[in-house]
């Protein structure tokens, strides 16, 4: 129900943007978040954007898997 | 000695799903357990909300509008997804703004929106009302049955029953509220938050940072979903909201009554209120039988302490809406055998 799925902005008109969810265009309404410009990243929600969010990059899971057992282990010293 | 486990709540439905489809749990060191919270709205929906929206829908010309995951919760009697095959005229929006145009198409007709969700969709509910009033529409109307989370966060926090370490915070409610309804849940009760996105990566990270805190003693908030969420939230989008709602109490499945955790139209947007302008009678509630969803939803048990779970339980034949929801606990488990 919370899923909200990251898009780019691609046009703007009035309170609704134009959106490409790698490939797939939407229209959106900018209801509750309108200080949105081109080429931004949203977060989109039930047909709203609902905030603005930044690229990511890529990470390794194992590697945190790895010091969350370190974590553990310092403890146990 | 047996070590002492810790014990951490993923209070997002969201969490629940991608914590299972990632076979998080087999990854984890084994002191760490992972038990499951409230944040499946459909779920948490009562049962007398149910079946009022479903005698809603008895009546003649009414258009129901509702989410997907709505359409196989069972009420006492019956459920929208029987409605309709039985002829009533129930519809699957994506957005709560698809349910004017259906009104706008239809202006002989009555159209309801039965809003379910957390602080993520309220808000979007809200702008929709006031795109409603904008547009002069008369005939649209909101079931609101949404929720407002940290009540009933603080109510898990506080309970003598459940004991948990820390709270795993969910992404998308926390990029509307930001973070500082958790304060009271980090100092007052002294339980960690760290809220996190929904990858896999996420996901272990903000365990992390969970125990780290655990470890060392603290109760702070933090935020381990940083390209989404901020300490202030989306302020226009609470804007939006607190113009058009204001909080009641409201009944919560499994965790009963929770003060000013639910919403209600203002007076000023009453004209919206399905509940105002649809008197029905509900049918006494009766919970689905043999179902421990109430237990379930407030982590106390989980989906295989209850007989049902896979044999007369499944996601294709649901006897509760813990198993109904693709975010309800039960379905998570069973989807990904957990
Ligand atoms: S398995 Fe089905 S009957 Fe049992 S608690 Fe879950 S939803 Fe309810």
Redesign the interface.
């Known amino acids: ?4 799925v990251p898009a780019k902005v691609k046009s703007i008109e009035k309170n609704m943007a134009v959106v490409d969810f790698g490939g797939v265009y939407k229209r959106i ?1 900018l ?5 949105v410009k081109q080429n931004d990243y949203v ?1 989109v ?4 954007a ?7 990059e890529a ?3 194992l590697k ?2 790895k ?3 370190d ?2 282990k ?2 146990r010293r | 000695m047996k070590e002492d486990k810790i014990k951490l709540m993923e209070v ?3 969490h629940t799903m991608a914590i299972a489809r990632a076979g998080i749990k087999k ?3 084994s ?1 760490i357990e992972l038990i499951s919270g409230p ?4 779920c948490v929906t009562s049962q007398a909300d149910i079946d009022r929206a479903i005698e809603i829908s008895r009546i003649d010309n009414v258009i129901i509008t509702t ?1 997907g ?1 709505m359409m196989r919760v069972p009420g006492t009697k019956t459920s929208f997804e029987d409605m309709k095959r039985d002829g009533a005229d129930i519809r699957v929006v ?5 349910a004017l145009t259906i009104s706008e198409d239809n202006p002989q007709k009555r159209v309801v929106f039965m809003g ?3 602080e ?2 309220s ?2 509910v ?3 009302i ?2 409603a009033r904008k547009r002069g529409l008369r005939n649209f109307f909101v079931l609101s049955n949404f929720k407002v989370l940290f009540p009933a966060l603080e109510a898990l926090a506080g309970s003598s029953k459940l004991k948990v370490d820390g709270f795993i915070c ?4 926390s ?2 509220t930001g973070t500082i309804p958790y304060a009271k849940i980090a100092s007052h009760y002294k339980k960690p938050c760290v809220i996190t996105g929904f ?3 996420d996901i ?2 903000g ?2 940072r969970l ?2 805190q655990i ?1 060392s003693h603290r109760c702070t908030t933090e935020i381990e979903y ?4 901020t300490e202030d ?2 302020i ?2 609470r804007r ?1 909201l607190d113009s058009v709602f204001d909080v009641k109490d409201s009944h919560w499945r499994g965790l009963g009554m929770i003060k000013e955790s639910g919403l209600k139209l203002k007076n000023k947007y009453r004209q919206f209120d399905a509940e105002k302008e649809f008197k029905v009678k509900l049918p006494k509630a009766i919970l689905p039988k043999g179902c421990i969803c109430g237990e379930v939803l407030q982590g106390i048990k989980g989906p295989r302490d209850c007989k049902l779970f896979g044999k007369v339980c499944t996601p294709r034949k649901p006897v509760g809406p813990c198993m109904v ?1 693709s ?1 309800g606990t039960c379905a998570a488990y069973y989807r990904y055998g957990e």
């Not at chain 2, 969910?170 to 409610?173: I, K, T």
Request: proline share 5%; hydrophobic share 40%; charged share 25%.
């Open positions: 129900m919370c899923l909200a309404s209801g509750i978040l309108s200080d977060l929600h039930a047909g709203f609902i905030g603005k969010v930044k690229q990511k990470e390794d899971t945190v898997l010091e969350l057992k974590v553990l310092d403890e | 997002c439905g969201t990854l984890l060191p002191e944040g499946c709205p459909v989410f995951d994506y957005s709560p703004l698809d379910v969700g957390f993520t969709t808000p979007t809200a702008a929709t006031i795109e969910p992404g998308h409610v990029v509307v990858d896999e990566i272990v990270k365990i992390k125990v780290e470890k940083r390209r989404a969420v939230g989306n226009e989008a939006v929801s975010e």
